[in-house]
Antibody, heavy 124, light 107 residues
Framework: QVQLQESGPGLVKPSETLSLTCTVS????????WSWIRQPPGKGLEWIGY???????SYSPSLKSRVMISVDTSKNQFSLKLTSVTAADTAVYYC??????????????????WGQGTLVTVSS | DIQMTQSPSSVSASVGDRVTITCRAS??????LAWYQQKPGNVPKLLIY???SLQSGVPSRFSGSASGTVFTLTISSLEPEDFATYYC?????????FGPGTKVDIK
């Protein structure tokens, strides 16, 4: 049973850096793509970006200048850093396994396992 | 970015009803589309991928179809546990984008 668990501060001050870690259990982080997705309170879902265990990344252009996703294969974890945060970055942040096997190939873009989500509030 | 729109934004239905939700992509995405279900306070759950493939463990009353850039999620006979918000999402190109959601509530 694959489980993902987000961890990190629930309150971040404006202009500072949001840092979250996702710990994966029940699956090797070397086997799939891994994404971060966020959801502002009462609103819809926004994909932030993904990482492959090799370190290859893809980010949403709207956040690309402020975001970095990294992976630690020894700890089976991946992490999100979002710099210069504002109130608009207040959201529930989810980590998710990204990638299903289609015709024998793991392809990113389908999020089949999600962490429980963590609310990050940006406020002074 | 590929824009995803959904209609209706909300629908009131009764247990046993057939419910259809439509999702439109702003450009061609092939069959690279997923549907998710999210109940209040819960995590999104993958229902359908590749437009019409049922994710393991998802009841067969859920089905997906595609015609060009128009995609449909159908719940053949609504169960009490199906009252939720449903999102479509394109997986064709970066950035992956979601529709705004369709809320299915009790009539």
């Amino acid at each position: 049973q694959v489980q993902l668990q987000e961890s990190g501060p629930g309150l971040v001050k404006p202009s500072e850096t949001l840092s979250l870690t996702c710990t994966v259990s029940g699956d090797s982080i070397r086997s799939d793509y891994w994404s971060w997705i966020r959801q502002p309170p009462g609103k819809g879902l926004e994909w932030i970006g993904y990482i492959y265990y090799s370190g290859s990344t893809s980010y949403s252009p709207s956040l690309k200048s402020r975001v970095m996703i990294s992976v630690d294969t020894s700890k089976n974890q991946f992490s999100l850093k979002l710099t210069s945060v504002t109130a608009a970055d207040t959201a529930v942040y989810y980590c998710a396994r990204d990638g299903l096997t289609v015709a024998g190939t793991v392809v990113p873009g389908y999020f089949d396992c999600w962490g429980q989500g963590t609310l990050v509030t940006v406020s002074s | 970015d590929i824009q995803m729109t959904q209609s209706p934004s909300s629908v009131s239905a009764s247990v046993g009803d057939r419910v259809t939700i439509t999702c439109r992509a702003s450009q061609g995405i092939g069959s690279w589309l997923a549907w998710y279900q999210q109940k209040p306070g819960n995590v999104p759950k993958l229902l359908i991928y590749a437009a019409s493939s049922l994710q393991s463990g998802v009841p067969s009353r859920f089905s997906g179809s595609a015609s060009g850039t128009v995609f449909t999620l159908t719940i053949s006979s609504l169960e009490p546990e199906d009252f939720a918000t449903y999102y479509c999402q394109q997986a064709n190109s970066f950035p992956f984008t979601f529709g705004p959601g369709t809320k299915v509530d009790i009539k």
